[in-house]
């Protein structure tokens, strides 16, 4: 009986604790339940998987499989994708699945049974993959139930959603990337978005954002990835596509990987408003019990509930996968944060092979609750060596942030200490993506780590469960095989880049040599801002939640520049004149939030502390580390471009942006999804002609009141 002999391999080599936790479940399985083979197979390692797939076309009309219990299998989602010249057709739906979440908290089977919303029907959406001038048309069937009682609440009809492209520079308007329309349950609605030509290649992603229940959509799992792959080579004047760098001498693409991050709050009740916990407080499903995400105010709405749950973050619907790698491969990761407001913080460190507990820790399995887990963590991952040093990190080269390519590779833990000082370290908020080229020097284990950070930095200041200052375990990845690298990782990385280009005589030498020192100019995602036509009067977003009245309690409420989301408003502090470039600065009020706007990327000229620049005059990051010893996250981000930025409180960060091409109506909001659907959001309008009667776009005679473009009344 191979499966009894695999468990008592596992209990002779495990240590002493594990051997009673594994006797335990042993006895329980067999005498209880019966089928031992059950457990044993959950005690083996999830493996890392990619995101859902959609069946082309040609080849099925539909194709569903849950992933059984213990099994990665790859899920294929409901619907259908074809790749027809310059469309890309997709036919899904948005709909409430059974499926099944790890759970190394429930000793009882280790798979949490749950229903949830999703774009598909498996744990997290099918990615949608298309080329700069491609037509994505997108047949959404909104398959959830219409009888559905949370319309009686405010935020509330959860069924009711509708699809975001994030980070996308498209359409705003009609059928495009229009998030100003409901689709109701049993509603059919066909989306039409045109990616222009010109538009950068990157990691970007697809989730719901209907007003009120954006928040319960994305935690659901609604969401996927968007990849819009390049291929034009910079030949000395355009810029190119970064895909076209990243392959090996052969022209082999380099080795990549989604990591779409949620973080999905299910709980099981047991009875209206009253979550089933564990003894230490964290949620608990029993194995008849069904885990959902419905409930706003207990599931989501608190700043401290992620970490009150003790739920895990899962990569790509597994929770704590386990991936394999040669030795020596540069690989591209893509991470998508797709969580709704907790600050995932990514650090890579060698797991201690001689830790108490590493016999399976070594393969990938770290059972218990998420407090459980905490003290394990330490022990097997530790960031600090004894003598208080951190320690020895597996760098990040992060190439893109949000998608689009950086000007040059931001060498992320290269020397543990950053030029400020700090423990180099990926800060990832809510909304925002990091592709990061990484590579494993030698056999062994490591931890990909969400690491602690002070609670200043974090989306959502948790005193809860596993609290600021645990580090979680979000992936092991197992190298083996390959070719250790004996020289350092910065130098190794951009020598295999080059190498790869060499001999691509097409590829002007200056830019060849370049990437011997990590210059990714050619390829940048956007080109630099020129001047803003309103500097010395800047646009500003000032975040804050609280009474707009300190002696009024009905005063209370989720404000943007002193006002709540009104669906009906357009705002003059936020109608802007198309192709014109503008300054803005973002501060936030008690506590931190995420400033997010549709349609147009941002460059970050400057943050601001306290009234100072953190940056000196060439970009050198002059703010000092944190309160545990990480780099301030701002430090990587002069004159970096993005589509979503963390405020924190005491900073303010300076962008400037053009409203490129598109004319229409928008929101901008803070991606704290929770505090979206409260009224963290605002709608914007780009008018042809903001002072109409005039030249350009504007129409004579035309008033920006009567433009055609607009469905309200303007507010001035
Ligand atoms: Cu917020």
Redesign the pocket.
Known sequence: MNIFAELHRLITVASRIERKILAGIFVFGFVLIGPVSVVAQQLTPQPYVDPPKLAEERQATTVLSVKPAGDATECWATGTVKHDGNLVRLNWALELKPNQIRNPGNPSGYMDHVSLRSFGGCLTGPVIEAKPGNTLRIVLTNLLDPNDPSCASNPGCFNTLNMHFHGLHVSPTGNSDNVLINIAPHTKYEYEVNIPEDHPSGTFWYHPHRHESTAIGVASGASGAIIIRGDRPYLGSAPGDIDTILHDASGKRMPEHILLLQQIPYACFNAPGQINQNADGTWKCEANQTGVVDDFDNQLASPTVWDTSGRFTSINGVVQPTLQVPAGEVQRWRFIHAGIHDTVNVQIVPMVADAPMAALALRGIVTGTAKEQAAKVKQLCPTLVPDGNPAVLVPQFEIAADGLTRSAIRSIGVSQKSQSGGIGTNFLQPGYRSDVLVAFPHAGTYCVLNQAATPAERASAGAGGQGPNETQLLATIVVSGGNPVAGDLETFVRQTIYDGNKSDAKLPKAALDGLLRGDLSPWRGMPEEGPASNSGNPRTAK?FIGLLDPNNPKTFGFYINGKQYDPDRIDKDFTMQVNTTEDWILSSQGEP??FHIHVNPFEIMDVTHNGQSIFGPDGKCLVPPDGVGLENQYCNMWHTFKDTIFVQNDYEVHIRTTYDRYIGEYVMH?H?LD?EDSG?MVNVLIVPDASAPGGGLGMAGMKTTSNGTMTHEMHR
Request: proline content about 0%; overall charge neutral; glycine content about 0%.
């Open positions: 975040f939030h995420i803070c704290i505090h963290m």
